[in-house]
C-alpha cells in the first residue's frame, strides 16, 4: 500500500490526507473541493493521480534545485508502487501538472490562508490591534515568446526589453504569524494599488495594516478605513504631498487634510473631496522620517506609531524567505507554460504558509512567538524529513516520525534580531573596469 495511504490510519494523530509530515493539517475535504476545481477530471486511476501531483507541486517548492521528475523519486510520489523511471515518464509528470492546473492550487492557499492567518498567537497584537501589512515582490519567469507575450517585460531605462519576463506578486501577510493571508499574481503592467485593492475585504476588523510609499493612494487608504471596523492604516508619507495643517497635538504629530486628486474622484466618485490624516515625524539615523496614519492620537503616542512600522520589515522578511531560503535565491521560475508558472508561485505560497504554519505551532508549544522560528532552518529540517517519511520502512515507525515533527521544529528558534534603521542601498559590484560613479542615475 502506498505511504500516502497508510497516513490516513494514523487517525489518532492525523485526521487528514497528506504526503507526509508538514501537511497534515491540510483537512481532506480542502483538497477534496481544490481538485474539483481541475480543468481536467478524469474517472480511471492513474500513476500520478491529481491528488499526488498537489503534493508534488509543494515538493518543487521546497527542492528548488532538484529536476521535477528527482523531486516525484525523491517524495515517493506514485499511485502504483515506487516511483522510479520505469513507472513515471518525465513527459507523464509535466502531462499531471497540465491536468491539475493553477486553480485547485491557487484555491487552496487562499483556503489555508484565511484560515490560518484567523488564528491567534502569543504576543498577536499591538495595542489591542491586529497587526497586517502589504507589499509586493517581482518574479522572474523563462524566456519564451508565450511568456512574454503574456507577463511582458520589466521597465528599463530605454525601450529595450529587460531579458526575462517579469510577473508581480502583491500579499497580505499577518505580520506576527508570517502567515500570508491573501495575494494576487499578475502580469508586470498591473500596479501594485489595483492589485491590493482586491483584497482589502481581507484585512480583518480591529487591525492596523503597514504599507509600503508605493501604495500611497487615497482611494485604496480610504476603502480600508470604511470597509470595516477599526481598521487602520499607516503608511511613509509620499514625497512632495501638498497637505495643510489642522492642529498641533506635540513636536512631529500633526493633524494634516489633504485634496483627493480628480482622478482618484473619478475613479470612484463616492470619495470626498478633502481626507484627513496624521502626520508623525521622528529621528532615524539619517535624519528624520515622515509616516501618515490613520490612527487617533487618543491612545496611541507619536513614539508607539513610530516603533510600529518597523515592524513592515517582516513582509520583506517573509519574501526573503521565499526566494532565498525556498527557491535558493533562484528568482526565475522553472515551468516554461502560463498556466504552469502560475501553479508553481501559487505552490510556492502555500508552501510557505504550510512551513510557517508549523512553526508557529512549534513556537506555541514552548510558549515562543512565531517570529521567533529561524525559518531556513525549519524549511531543510522539513526537506530532510520529507524524504525520510517517504521512505519510511517499516510503515509503523511513521507514526512516531510524525509526533516528533514539532519537537524538532522547536529547537530552531532565534535569538533577538537586529532590525534595520537605515535605508536599504544598492551596493556597486566590484569590477575591474572604470566605472563612472557621477553617471545619472537609471530611471
Not at 480543468?39 to 501531483?53: K, M, N, W
Not at 512567538?369 to 532552518?377: N, V
Not at 535569538?415 to 566605472?435: A, C
Request: proline share 5%; hydrophobic share 40%; charged share 25%.
Amino acid at each position: 500500500m502506498p505511504f500516502q495511504c497508510d497516513l490516513l490510519d494514523l487517525s489518532e494523530l492525523f485526521n487528514f490526507s497528506d504526503l507526509s509530515s508538514f501537511t497534515h493539517n491540510i483537512p481532506v475535504e480542502w483538497v477534496e473541493s481544490a481538485l474539483r476545481l481541475s480543468a481536467s477530471a478524469t474517472i480511471r486511476r492513474r500513476r500520478l493521480p491529481s491528488d499526488q501531483v498537489l503534493w508534488l507541486v509543494l515538493g518543487m517548492a521546497i527542492f528548488r534545485d532538484e529536476p521535477v521528475h528527482e523531486v516525484a523519486r525523491r517524495l515517493n510520489i506514485c499511485a502504483q508502487g515506487l516511483a522510479s523511471d520505469s513507472l513515471l515518464a518525465r513527459s507523464g509528470i509535466t502531462n499531471a501538472r497540465t491536468r491539475l492546473g493553477s486553480e485547485p492550487v491557487e484555491w487552496l492557499f487562499r483556503q489555508t490562508g484565511g484560515k490560518w492567518g484567523d488564528e491567534r498567537y502569543p504576543e498577536d497584537e499591538w495595542q489591542g490591534l491586529r497587526v497586517m501589512a502589504v507589499d509586493g515582490a517581482l518574479f522572474r519567469t523563462q524566456d519564451t515568446a508565450e511568456l512574454r507575450e503574456h507577463f511582458g517585460s520589466g521597465n528599463t531605462s530605454t525601450k529595450r526589453q529587460t531579458p526575462f519576463p517579469m510577473l508581480r506578486l502583491i500579499a497580505l501577510m499577518n505580520v506576527r504569524s508570517h502567515i500570508m493571508i491573501d495575494a494576487q499574481i499578475s502580469p508586470y503592467r498591473r500596479g501594485e494599488v489595483p492589485l491590493a485593492e482586491s483584497f482589502l475585504s481581507q484585512i480583518p476588523d480591529h487591525s492596523i495594516t503597514l504599507f509600503d510609499k508605493g501604495f500611497w493612494s487615497a482611494n485604496l487608504l480610504l476603502s480600508l478605513n470604511d470597509q470595516g471596523a477599526e481598521r487602520h492604516w499607516l503608511i511613509p508619507e509620499r514625497r512632495g504631498v501638498v497637505c495643510e495643517v489642522m492642529e498641533n497635538y506635540a513636536e512631529g504629530d500633526d493633524l494634516v487634510r489633504m485634496k483627493v486628486s480628480p482622478q482618484a474622484r473619478k475613479k470612484n466618485p463616492n470619495l470626498p473631496d478633502v481626507w484627513f490624516a496624521r502626520r508623525v515625524t521622528y529621528k532615524v539615523k539619517n535624519g528624520l522620517k515622515t509616516v501618515m496614519t490613520s490612527l487617533p492620537v487618543e491612545g496611541f503616542s507619536a513614539d508607539q506609531i513610530s516603533t510600529l512600522y518597523k515592524e513592515r520589515w517582516e513582509i520583506e522578511l517573509g519574501f526573503r524567505d521565499i526566494k532565498s531560503s525556498m527557491q535558493n535565491n533562484a528568482i526565475t521560475l522553472r515551468s516554461k507554460k502560463i498556466d504552469l508558472v502560475y501553479q508553481e508561485l501559487w505552490g510556492l505560497l502555500l508552501c510557505y504558509n504550510v512551513i510557517r504554519r508549523e512553526a508557529s505551532m512549534a513556537a506555541v508549544s514552548f510558549d515562543r512567538a512565531p517570529s521567533d522560528i529561524r525559518f531556513k532552518a525549519v524549511c531543510d529540517y522539513i526537506a530532510v524529513q520529507l524524504i525520510v517519511m517517504a521512505a519510511s520502512n517499516p510503515l509503523s515507525g511513521t507514526g512516531r516520525r510524525l509526533s516528533e515533527l514539532r519537537g524538532g521544529i522547536g529547537s530552531l528558534f532565534l535569538e533577538r534580531r537586529p532590525r534595520p534603521t537605515t535605508p536599504r542601498t544598492v551596493k556597486i559590484s566590484k569590477t575591474r573596469y572604470p566605472v563612472d560613479r557621477d553617471a545619472a542615475p537609471l530611471k
